[in-house]
């Protein structure tokens, strides 16, 4: 006994005692394996910090081209309809490059069926019938609203505790809304704009229902191998929208609206999903948090740019703090060691 405890001892100064690690829990399959601010100590990935970028440059086009498309004559339902298809199609092929695609299972169907029943197919309906009422850049902030429904329904719902961090985030997110949407920044009158904006608070709702059911479900597959299944349940979902509500419509004749489908549908939407994905499991979470703070702020500045949308006041006291209750949401818990 004592010659064991002299080696211990002994081991022990030396550095080198081994023991058992603390158990850890499993990864998340929709986050995979995050490195965390405090534990990165060497220089930031660099392929991480490109996909980051590209993200950002790829999503945060995508509500500035879909104004666009809508002003050259394509019809709202059909461009998030012919938008999921494609979207469809470009990640079954990088699926079927990488990985390979597999039928999903069990675990991952309420997954599946929520992502792309609630987050694809009900949001892109909300979101692109809006746009059309709707600037761009007020419909890219209003859209990123998740937070304000998450602590709630959280609560609600799933039980959980609420820190006074996330309360203070949905806090900044309501008053962000009610500045975008008081008398004196939009006209009250106009039926078609108070639609328009209650839309985007609906697609934030079915976006933030989609979470909950993810994070209760817990499926065995990545996002990234749910992601084809995902999208043709979208467009499942909306087939009979376009049938119902917009029969007649149409993708419009002009080479813009043609070109702003391929680009959002084929490279933008799913490109983009796939960047902020491998960019979320490559940098650490405040790195990463950047590029969904960046990106609703970059749609503001290429709708400024490309289709004169002026940055009024409410615009950008309203968007600030909409941003600022993301950031506080997003923002990474303080470890101790």
């Known amino acids: ?100 695609i597999r039928l999903p299972t069990r675990p991952a169907i309420p997954a599946i069926l929520a992502i792309g ?44 505790h609420i820190p006074a961090r996330r309360w203070l985030a949905a806090a900044l997110g309501v008053a962000g809304v009610a500045v975008l949407m008081n008398p004196l920044a939009i006209d009250w009158t106009s039926t078609p704009i108070l639609i328009g904006h209650i839309f985007l608070l609906g697609a934030g709702l079915s976006w933030s229902i989609a979470i909950m059911v993810t994070r209760t479900a817990r499926p065995n597959r990545t996002m990234f191998e749910m992601l084809p299944w995902c999208f043709l349940v979208g467009a499942l979902v909306l087939a009979p929208l376009v049938a119902w509500h917009a029969p007649s419509g149409t993708f419009g004749t002009s080479p813009a609206a043609w070109g702003a489908l391929a680009y959002i549908g084929l490279i933008a939407g799913p490109l983009g999903t796939w960047c902020i994905m491998e960019a979320t499991a490559k940098l650490p979470t405040l790195v990463s948090s950047v590029g969904f703070l960046t990106t609703p702020a970059v749609s503001l500045l290429l709708a400024n740019v490309f289709l004169h949308e002026p940055f009024t006041p409410d615009l950008l006291a309203g968007s600030a703090l909409i941003m600022a209750g993301v950031a506080c949401a997003a923002w990474p818990k303080r470890r101790t060691a």
């Open 117 to 160: 029943g609630l987050q694809l197919g009900a949001y892109f309906a909300l979101a692109h019938e809006a746009v059309a009422w709707v600037p761009a850049g007020r419909t890219a902030i209003l859209a990123n609203t998740t937070t304000i429904w998450v602590v709630p329904l959280s609560l609600i719902f799933l039980r959980e």
């Open 1 to 100: 006994m004592q010659l064991r405890r002299l080696r211990n001892r002994t081991a022990r100064h030396a550095g080198i005692l081994t023991s058992t690690p603390p158990s850890r829990p499993a990864p998340d399959p929709l986050r995979g394996s995050r490195p965390t601010a405090l534990a990165t100590t060497t220089a930031l990935p660099v392929g991480g910090l490109i996909q980051l970028f590209a993200s950002v440059v790829l999503l945060s086009s995508a509500w500035p081209l879909t104004k666009i498309a809508l002003a050259a004559g394509t019809t709202p339902l059909w461009f998030a309809e012919g938008r999921a298809v494609l979207s469809g199609l470009t990640a079954c092929l990088l699926l079927a490059l990488t990985k390979g």
